[in-house]
């Protein structure tokens, strides 16, 4: 199983990113995926969550909004949208399958400063 994030970056506050995972070693469309993140010094927290088929999303309370998960099982890939961004989420933004067995990314860093 293998997760890559991409996508992240610096970008001032209000403006968007859109993060990426691209899954591989794994049946992709059988899956729910979730990304979570990490701010320096806290531990990592649950950001948003999708079903296999897409058919159900749950986002945090910090985030719901303004930020929307997406995938395309025909490529393998699970989206992160993020809008009206806040330096609140400075963090490691990080993909993971977490059942039956917990696998994560190696994280992408996205960074709100002006």
């Known amino acids: 199983v293998q997760l890559v994030e991409s996508g992240g970056g610096l970008v001032q506050p209000g403006e968007s990113l859109r993060l990426s995972c691209k899954a591989s070693g794994f049946a992709f469309s059988s899956y729910s995926l979730s990304w979570y993140r990490q701010a320096p010094g806290k531990e990592r927290e649950f950001v948003a969550r999708i079903t296999s088929a897409g058919g159900v999303t749950n986002y945090a309370d910090s985030v719901k909004g303004r930020f929307t998960i997406s995938r395309d099982n025909a490529k393998n890939t699970v989206y992160l949208q993020m809008n009206s961004l806040k330096f609140e989420d400075t963090a490691v933004y990080y993909c993971?399958?977490?059942?039956?067995?917990?696998?994560w990314g190696q994280g992408t860093q996205v960074t709100v400063s002006s």
């Open positions: 993971s399958r977490l059942w039956p067995n917990a696998y």
